[in-house]
T-cell receptor, first 114, second 113 residues
């Protein structure tokens, strides 16, 4: 089962880019990298996912290294409302059909400061 | 479009009492699941369902029962509550099983005394 490593906490100034790293060296070839965030004890919220290279949506950008062993979530202009715990989860691919194998770590607690 | 709705938001039980945590989704998702979240631990899967009439155990199923009689609803039953079941419970659904984003409810905070 793919496991991830994320820094436990990070700080970012409001208006600056927040770059959240994730190592997933055991990800299988057809697993996607999914990112979720959890704001103040609410349910986790889907942000973005990708298989390789770069993906961008209205919330964030995701850059996956060529060897797919790590990725970075980028919030281009962080706001106070982006203060949350961010989770990186390998999902789908070989795990598709069995969500029992999703491993939720403790994520990165991002604090956006005024 | 309400998404995933969980009720109640808060609940206090005494040891040995039973209760049902409700979860409903209006997105016609086949896959639904229950997680618990405890301090210092990641989300842990309790039970899941891939469609009406089909359920299976997750990582921590003991002490919990589920059923899936409709696509929309996936209740979680605690037959005899124990203090170890004090936790925050999240229901999640998705279009597929593993290959599409999970949509979560806002949780039920349960305290067992």
């Amino acid at each position: 089962d793919a496991k991830t490593t994320q820094p436990p906490s990070m700080d970012c100034a409001e208006g600056r880019a927040a770059n959240l790293p994730c190592n997933h060296s055991t990800i299988s070839g057809n697993e996607y990298v999914y990112w979720y965030r959890q704001i103040h004890s609410q349910g986790p919220q889907y942000i973005i996912h990708g298989l390789k290279n770069t993906e961008t949506n209205e919330m964030a950008s995701l850059i996956i290294t060529e060897d797919r062993k790590s990725s970075t979530l980028i919030l281009p202009h962080a706001t106070l409302r982006d203060t949350a715990v961010y989770y990186c989860i390998p999902q789908g691919g070989a795990n598709a059909g069995n969500n029992r194998k999703l491993i939720w770590g403790l994520g990165t607690s991002l604090a956006v400061n005024p | 479009n309400a998404g995933v709705t969980q009720t109640p938001k808060f609940q206090v039980l005494k040891t040995g009492q039973s209760m049902t945590l409700q979860c409903a989704q209006d997105m016609n998702h086949e896959y639904m699941s229950w997680y618990r979240q405890d301090p210092g631990m990641g989300l842990r899967l309790i039970h899941y369902s891939v469609g009406a009439g089909i359920t299976d155990q997750g990582e921590v199923p003991n002490g919990y029962n589920v059923s899936r009689s409709t696509t929309e609803d996936f209740p979680l039953r605690l037959l005899s509550a124990a203090p170890s079941q004090t936790s925050v419970y999240f229901c999640a659904s998705s279009y597929g099983q593993g290959e599409s984003p999970l949509h979560f409810g806002n949780g039920t905070r349960l305290t067992v005394t």
